[in-house]
Each structure stands twice: as C-alpha cells, then as structure tokens.
C-alpha cells in the first residue's frame, strides 16, 4: 500500500512535468494517449484508466486542467469510455513545477 | 533554286509542311472547341450551323467526337494525376505530422529524463555532503 502510494504521487509529479516540458517547448498540448505513451516510455507501469483517474485527480487539485469528451459508439451512443484533450497546467501547477510551491502529495 | 529542287529536295516543303499541319490541327481544334461550345449553350443554333456547312456537317460531327474523345482522355489522365499527385501530398503531410509528434514527444521525454538526472545529481549530491560532514565530526571526536 505503501509503495502505491509513493508510485502515485510520483506519477503525478511526472504527468505534470512532462505537461509543463510541453508548454515550455511551445509544443502543442498532448492528449492523454500522447500522455501515456511518454509515461509507457518513461517505464511507468499505468494503465489508460489509471492514467485518466490521476489527471482527473490532479484537475481537482486545480493543478491540471484539459477538455473531456466521451466517446461514442457505432450507434452514435455516448460509451463509458472518456478522452482528454489539450491537457495544460494551470498557474498552480506551474508553481509546483518551477519549485515555487510544493505539496506532500505529489513529488516533483 | 527551281521548283523541282523544292520538292525535290523537299527542304522547303517539308518545312511548310511542318508549319503547316500544326496550325491546322490547332484551327481545327479552335473550331472544333467553338461548336462545342454552342452546342453546350445554345444545341438547335449548333445544329444550324453544321447543317449549312454541307458536306462539311458529317466532318463536323466526325471532328467533335473525335476532339472531344481526346478532350475526355487528356481530362480523365490530367484528373487522375491530380488524384495522385493529392493522395502523395496527404500521406507526406502525414508522415511529416508524424515524425514532428515523434520528434516532439522525444524532445518532452529527454527533458524530463534530464531533470530527474539533475534531481539525482543534487541528492547524491547533499549525501555525500552529509556523509562528508559525518566523517568529519567523527574525526574530530577521534582528535579529541
């Protein structure tokens, strides 16, 4: 338990510094597909829903923020399965980037 | 130089010739393309007009079948090698839009790999500081 617990607030720490990479290089705001591949590159062991459940978290924290769409099936009907787009970091979560601000729960 | 030289020799015949047919196959062609168009635009006024041509009328019709079949092969061929050429230029823009995000994505991931580096740098770093500091207490200690 303990060590999913040091896992998450690491993983959180790198979706947002690979967030703010982005921003800074004036490169275009990822997706979370984009976002988990660079995770799976970087060796993190996460799940796409995992992932969307850790952005989700951290947009509550008001570190994160992006647009959200549900996807839709053959039929046109609305599934259970969710995108993001254009994730951005918000100005709290570009203080915790920079060191300006830190939070026990996520290690930058 | 006498007339039999020139069609003898053929010199200046072949070489109004060669100017000749050119500019008749382009007069026809104009021509040919006009009636199409009043045909297009206004068809009894073309009819007319190829019935008081006489015996030309049937070299009319001839004219624009043939004019026209060559018309729909240059245009059928100059569409398809538009086609093609738009279908090159998608899966380029494609390729190009795909190795930019890979590129991108690349350049995102280094980052982070160099500042997680430097994180590890600057902790090695402060242990070894502390240790340092450690070893030199216990040193003094030792003096004392």
Redesign the interface.
């Known amino acids: 338990m303990g060590t999913d617990v040091e896992l998450l607030k690491q993983l959180r720490g ?1 979706i947002l ?2 967030v703010n ?2 921003h ?2 004036q ?2 705001r990822a997706d979370h597909i ?1 976002l988990w ?2 995770l799976q ?2 060796r993190f062991s996460i799940g796409e829903s995992e992932l969307i459940t850790i952005c989700q978290d951290l947009a509550d924290r008001g570190f994160l923020k992006y647009e959200e769409s549900r996807d839709k099936d053959q039929h046109g009907r609305p599934t259970t399965r969710v995108s993001l787009y254009k994730l951005q970091l918000t100005p709290a979560g570009r203080d915790l980037c920079e060191g300006t601000t830190s939070n026990p729960a996520i290690y930058i | 130089m006498t007339a039999l030289q020139l069609v003898g020799d053929g010199g200046m015949l072949k070489w109004i010739r060669n100017l000749l047919y050119p500019g008749v196959a382009g007069v026809m062609i104009a021509i040919t393309l006009g009636i199409i168009d009043l045909l297009k635009s206004s068809p009894n006024a073309g009819v007319e007009l190829l019935k008081s041509w006489g015996p030309g009328f049937l070299l009319g019709l001839l004219a624009i079948a043939v004019v026209g079949t060559f018309l729909d092969k240059v245009t059928s061929s100059w569409q398809s090698s538009v086609d093609a050429q738009q279908q090159v230029a998608v899966a380029l823009t494609q390729l190009a839009e795909k190795d930019d995000r890979d590129r991108d994505r690349m350049v995102t991931e280094t980052q982070y790999m160099m500042q997680r580096m430097e994180q590890t740098h600057a902790t090695v770093a402060a242990v070894a500081a502390a240790v340092g500091r450690i070893e030199q207490r216990m040193s003094l200690k030792d003096a004392g």
Do not use: F, G, P, T
């Open positions: 790198s510094m690979l990479n982005r800074v290089a490169q275009s984009l591949r660079m590159d970087l």
